[in-house]
C-alpha cells in the first residue's frame, strides 16, 4: 500500500507526540519502537509496556446458534466457555489447516466475540461469512471500527491499570474478561496479552482509545512505563513461543504440526477439517515446529534453510536474538525424527552452514 492509502488508529498522535518510527503493517502506519526495541522489550519483562494493538480484527457472532457456528469453524472446544471467558483457538480450513489464529470470548449463550489478527481480518471475516448458511438465525459483523485496543503488559500491569478502574482487576483470572469502566469510559477488560508476561487487554470506544492511553501513561510513570512497538511485541512472544500467523503457521500447517495440539478437541463433534487432523492424529505428524538454539556465530531469521546430513530438511519460521536469554534463537519446521531436544542441526546463513541445536520451548516462562 501506498503512504497515503494506509490508516492510522486513534492513537497515531500519541506515537508520533512519542518519537515512535512509524512503518507499514497491515494496512496501518504502525509504531515498529520508540526508545529501541531491546530496552522496550526488557522494560516489559520487569516493569510495564503499552501496546497499541488498535489494528486487530474484532467480529461479533450473534444469534441462538452462535456456538453450533463457532464449533463448527473452529479446533477448540467452545461449549466448555462459560461468559467471561475466552480460549485461544484455531480458525480451520477443511484441511485442518489454518485461516488464522484467534480468541474467542463468550459473553452469553448467543454472543461471542473474535479476535483475530490484523493482516488477516477481512480475509476471516469473509471466509466466516461464506459459512454462515447453513446457520439459521446467526449473525457474523464486522466490529473492528468499533473498537480501540489498548495492551498493557509487564509484572506491574495490574498495578498501573488498577490506578483508573474501581474493577479489582486481581479477581480476572488469566483468559477471563469483564466488562466495567476504565478511566471513565465504558470498556472490555480482557487478562490476556502476547508477551508471555501478565497483564491486560483493554477494548474501548476509538474515541477514548487516546484520553486513556495518556492516563496509563501517567498513572505508571513511577512504575516506569514506557510505551512499546511492534518490535519488541514480536521478539516478546517469540521468547513465549506464542506463533505468530504467516510466519509460525498458515494455511500449510495444522494445529498438531504446529505442537498445539491442546487447542484441538477432536472429541467434539464435527468442524472443519476434523476428518483430517483425525487421521493425522493416527498416522502421526512427519513434521513438528521445534525451537532451537544457535552455537555458532549468526542470527537465524525467517526463510533461512535448516539443515542435517547435508541435506535441507526444514525452515526457519522465527528467529532473533532473544534480549531477556542474550542468545541467539529460532523456531522452525523439522522432521519429527529431528525434533528431539539436544539433536544438531545447521542453519543456512548467506550461504554458510551454522551449527545449532533443538531446544525447548518455551524460551522464557515468566515467575509465578
Not at 507499514?24 to 519502537?33: H, L, R, T, Y
Not at 462459560?82 to 480451520?92: I, K, N, Q, T
Not at 487487554?201 to 513511577?222: I, K
Amino acid at each position: 500500500m501506498t503512504a497515503e492509502n494506509l490508516k492510522r488508529t486513534p492513537l497515531y498522535e500519541c506515537h508520533v507526540e512519542a518519537g515512535a518510527k512509524m512503518v507499514p503493517f497491515a494496512g496501518f502506519e504502525m509504531p515498529v519502537q520508540y526508545l529501541g526495541v531491546i530496552e522496550e522489550h526488557r522494560t516489559v519483562r520487569t516493569a510495564v509496556g503499552l501496546f497499541d494493538v488498535s489494528h486487530m480484527g474484532e467480529i461479533d457472532v450473534t444469534g441462538a446458534r452462535a456456538l453450533d457456528f463457532i464449533q463448527f469453524v473452529t479446533c477448540n472446544d467452545a461449549s466448555k466457555l462459560v461468559p467471561g471467558r475466552a480460549h485461544y483457538s484455531g480458525l480451520m480450513t477443511p484441511r485442518g489447516t489454518f485461516v488464522d489464529d484467534l480468541l474467542v470470548h463468550k459473553f452469553s449463550d448467543d454472543h461471542y466475540f473474535l479476535v483475530v489478527n490484523a493482516a488477516n481480518k477481512d480475509k476471516d471475516y469473509a471466509y466466516l461469512c461464506a459459512q454462515v448458511p447453513g446457520f439459521e438465525g446467526v449473525s457474523v459483523r464486522d466490529r473492528s471500527d468499533d473498537w480501540a485496543q489498548i495492551a498493557i503488559q509487564g509484572p506491574r500491569a495490574l498495578e498501573v491499570t488498577q490506578k483508573l478502574t474501581s474493577v479489582p482487576l486481581a479477581d480476572i483470572k488469566y483468559y477471563r474478561f469483564v466488562e466495567g469502566e476504565i478511566d471513565g469510559v465504558g470498556a472490555i477488560i480482557a487478562r490476556t496479552g502476547y508477551t508471555g508476561e501478565d497483564g491486560f487487554e483493554v477494548y474501548v470506544a476509538p474515541a477514548a482509545a487516546a484520553p486513556l492511553w495518556r492516563s496509563l501513561m501517567s498513572a505508571g510513570a513511577d512504575a516506569g512505563i514506557a510505551p512499546t512497538g511492534l518490535g519488541a511485541r514480536d521478539t516478546l512472544r517469540f521468547e513465549a513461543c506464542m506463533p505468530l500467523y504467516g510466519n509460525d503457521i498458515d494455511d500449510t500447517t495444522t494445529p498438531l504440526d504446529a505442537g498445539l495440539d491442546w487447542i484441538v478437541k477432536l472429541d467434539k463433534g464435527g468442524f472443519l477439517g476434523r476428518d483430517l487432523l483425525v487421521r493425522q492424529r493416527e498416522q502421526g505428524i512427519t513434521r513438528k515446529l521445534v525451537g532451537f538454539e544457535m552455537k555458532g556465530r549468526g542470527i537465524a531469521r525467517h526463510g533461512y534453510p535448516i539443515v542435517s546430513g547435508g541435506a535441507e530438511v526444514g525452515v526457519v519460521t522465527s528467529g532473533t536474538h532473544s534480549p531477556t536469554l542474550e542468545k541467539a534463537l529460532g523456531m522452525g519446521y523439522v522432521p519429527v525424527a529431528l525434533a528431539a531436544v539436544g539433536t544438531p542441526i545447521e542453519i543456512e546463513i548467506r550461504g554458510q552452514r551454522v551449527a545449532a541445536e533443538v531446544a525447548g520451548t518455551p524460551f522464557y516462562r515468566r515467575a509465578k
